[in-house]
């Protein structure tokens, strides 16, 4: 108990460290270039975003949950674009038209702007906690339609230290056994599997593309959800969804791989791709 109370405090004194010196940065008044930079474009995120939203019946509206130094929000084509985050890296006065940023948690964002929005495309970034985002893709589904996808970040930890809830741990664990880099995603690799087994009508797919960046050959791997054709994707079926995080506590991302080995096995961009559009060209038939 008192080991717990001081872990407790030690990460809360980490994080008031870290929002202070956020605080005094130059980085937060840094103004980002809102013109699309091409270059960025075919290397990260916005990339994938963009070629999703070429598909998408509708694509004038998106929502990026964890926007940090707004490099991805800055490139996506999308008129509509509002970014959550409770420390965006970036001056947030003087915006492009279409654009806004909410600079708070996303779950005070989702509780204040409850029916404002419908989002055609979402990015979920945010906190690397399993049951932040499950919740954050929870929270979604109110606020998006039939035909939204919905993208999600670091589903695939590169091994079991990077998969490591806490960050700090997950460091030390690596500098203990002699590794080098600081790549950490948490356990965000649960959501995937409570999102499996809880929605059955959501299209869950690993996406990973080391082809697509010919630069260095560095892809990102994310999950994209969305509904079967004709399928609802509820809120109400989260219960299950919670449970399913609840259970798999204290295990690593290698158990996850081998328990549904399909589940975890990426697909390339492309053949995503060409799935996502057979599934709209099946809902919408050309005349
Ligand atoms: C990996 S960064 C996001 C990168 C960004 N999406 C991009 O592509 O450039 C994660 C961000 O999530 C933010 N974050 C942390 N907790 C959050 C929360 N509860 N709600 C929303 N964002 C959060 C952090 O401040 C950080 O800026």
Redesign the pocket.
């Given at each position: 108990m008192a080991f717990q109370k001081q872990n407790y405090v030690t990460r809360m004194a980490r994080k008031l460290v870290r929002r202070v010196r956020y605080l005094l940065s130059e980085d937060r008044r840094r103004r980002l270039n809102w013109s699309p930079q091409d270059r960025d474009l075919e290397q990260?995120?916005?990339r994938r975003l963009n070629r999703i939203a070429s598909f998408l019946p509708q694509n004038v509206s998106y929502l990026?949950?964890?926007?940090?130094?707004?490099?991805?929000?800055s490139n996506v084509k999308m008129p509509v674009r509002v970014g959550?985050?409770?420390?965006?890296?970036f001056s947030v006065v003087g915006l492009p038209n279409g654009v806004e940023i909410f600079a708070?948690?996303?779950?005070h964002?989702f509780l204040s702007h409850k029916r404002a929005f419908c989002f055609d495309l979402i990015?979920l970034?945010?906190?690397?906690e399993a049951k932040?985002c499950y919740s954050?893709f929870v929270n979604v589904l109110k606020i998006s339609s039939p035909d939204s996808v919905i993208l999600i970040?670091?589903v695939l930890p590169d091994d079991d230290i990077s998969s490591i809830p806490d960050q700090d741990d997950s460091l030390k664990e690596r500098a203990r056994t002699g590794q080098t880099g600081f790549r950490w995603h948490g356990d965000v690799w649960k959501v995937v599997v409570a999102i499996s087994i809880a929605h059955a009508d959501a299209r869950i797919q690993i996406i990973h593309s080391p082809e697509m960046n010919p630069v260095d050959g560095d892809d990102n791997p994310q999950a994209a959800v969305w509904r079967k054709p004709g399928g609802v994707l509820d809120a109400e079926d989260s219960a299950l969804g919670f449970q399913v995080i609840d259970e798999l506590e204290g295990k690593p991302f290698s158990y996850g791989v081998e328990r549904w080995p399909s589940l975890f096995k990426p697909v390339g961009e492309k053949d995503f791709l060409a799935s996502l559009q057979g599934f709209f060209e099946t809902k919408q038939p050309k005349p």
């Amino acid at each position: 108990m008192a080991f717990q109370k001081q872990n407790y405090v030690t990460r809360m004194a980490r994080k008031l460290v870290r929002r202070v010196r956020y605080l005094l940065s130059e980085d937060r008044r840094r103004r980002l270039n809102w013109s699309p930079q091409d270059r960025d474009l075919e290397q990260w995120s916005a990339r994938r975003l963009n070629r999703i939203a070429s598909f998408l019946p509708q694509n004038v509206s998106y929502l990026e949950v964890g926007v940090f130094r707004g490099e991805t929000i800055s490139n996506v084509k999308m008129p509509v674009r509002v970014g959550v985050d409770p420390e965006p890296r970036f001056s947030v006065v003087g915006l492009p038209n279409g654009v806004e940023i909410f600079a708070s948690t996303s779950d005070h964002f989702f509780l204040s702007h409850k029916r404002a929005f419908c989002f055609d495309l979402i990015f979920l970034d945010g906190l690397h906690e399993a049951k932040q985002c499950y919740s954050d893709f929870v929270n979604v589904l109110k606020i998006s339609s039939p035909d939204s996808v919905i993208l999600i970040d670091d589903v695939l930890p590169d091994d079991d230290i990077s998969s490591i809830p806490d960050q700090d741990d997950s460091l030390k664990e690596r500098a203990r056994t002699g590794q080098t880099g600081f790549r950490w995603h948490g356990d965000v690799w649960k959501v995937v599997v409570a999102i499996s087994i809880a929605h059955a009508d959501a299209r869950i797919q690993i996406i990973h593309s080391p082809e697509m960046n010919p630069v260095d050959g560095d892809d990102n791997p994310q999950a994209a959800v969305w509904r079967k054709p004709g399928g609802v994707l509820d809120a109400e079926d989260s219960a299950l969804g919670f449970q399913v995080i609840d259970e798999l506590e204290g295990k690593p991302f290698s158990y996850g791989v081998e328990r549904w080995p399909s589940l975890f096995k990426p697909v390339g961009e492309k053949d995503f791709l060409a799935s996502l559009q057979g599934f709209f060209e099946t809902k919408q038939p050309k005349p």
